[in-house]
């Protein structure tokens, strides 16, 4: 609801609110017979009052770990990559801070980038905009992101909004990239601001983040390294 509203949907901000209203009533005083209930993000888990189960867990998102391993690919052109499900609200609303603010910033700094955009359910207003935008890739339909991760040098999780934990962040965490995030982008993850990932509130910040990682090849090797290493000790698949 709230990506909706910054997004000036307003209709659609209220529609959403209601709908997760309705839920949390239900979630609280309906009464289940389950005796678990599992929830992907200990916050999540401590906020949590129901009825529904006896008792409330914390389970992890997993990620399965790539077939291959590409190193980091360095060149004049950097390449920077978004994945996810483009009807999500928060989602867009990342897509369109990027396209808004990012690259704009990135322009003034003099960076060559090239930005992959990887999602299906894209409106028809956003995928016209993207395709307009001439340092963007999109590419709506992809079976295997394998191919994308390893042309990719940054990963961007510009999130406001959302719930659970971001399977986009363990999988850049699993194909060994350096991510720059919000907090809302790694919560869940128990991933620490400049050691598994570089830490970024608004344009500006992403951009010197970006810009750190291009000038410090040192520093890209060590935040997708400890990256790596939180997905294989807590978040890889077995």
């Known amino acids: 609801a709230g990506s909706l509203l910054r997004m000036g949907r307003y209709r659609e901000a209220l529609r959403s609110r209601a709908a997760a209203l309705q839920y949390r009533l239900l979630e609280r005083y309906m009464p289940g017979s389950y005796q678990t209930l599992f929830l992907a993000a200990p916050d999540d888990c401590a906020r949590i009052s129901t009825c529904l189960a006896q008792a409330v867990e ?112 363990l999988e850049a965490f699993a194909h060994r990239r350096p991510v720059v995030s919000t ?10 601001a400049g050691q598994h990932y570089l830490p970024a509130l608004d344009a500006v910040q992403f951009a010197e983040a970006i810009l750190r990682l291009t000038r410090d090849p040192a520093l890209v090797e060590r935040i997708a390294d400890a990256g790596w290493s939180l997905w294989h000790a807590r978040f890889r698949q077995s």
Not at 109 to 134: F, N, Q
Not at 183 to 192: F, I, K, M, S, T
């Open 58 to 169: 914390c389970r992890p998102n997993t990620v399965a770990a790539p077939q291959d391993f590409n190193a980091v690919l360095q060149g004049e052109e950097i390449r920077l990559l978004f994945v996810g499900t483009l009807n999500y609200a928060p989602n867009e609303e990342a897509v369109r801070d990027i396209l808004r603010d990012l690259l704009p910033a990135l322009g003034k700094s003099g960076v060559r980038c090239k930005l992959s955009i990887v999602g299906r359910h894209a409106s028809s207003r956003l995928e016209r905009l993207l395709r307009e935008t001439a340092q963007v890739e999109f590419l709506s339909n992809v079976d295997d992101l394998a191919a994308c991760y390893a042309q990719t040098q940054i990963v961007l999780v510009p999130l406001r909004a959302g719930g659970g934990t971001k399977l986009k962040t």
């Open 183 to 192: 907090p809302q982008g790694v919560r869940g993850l128990d991933a620490v």
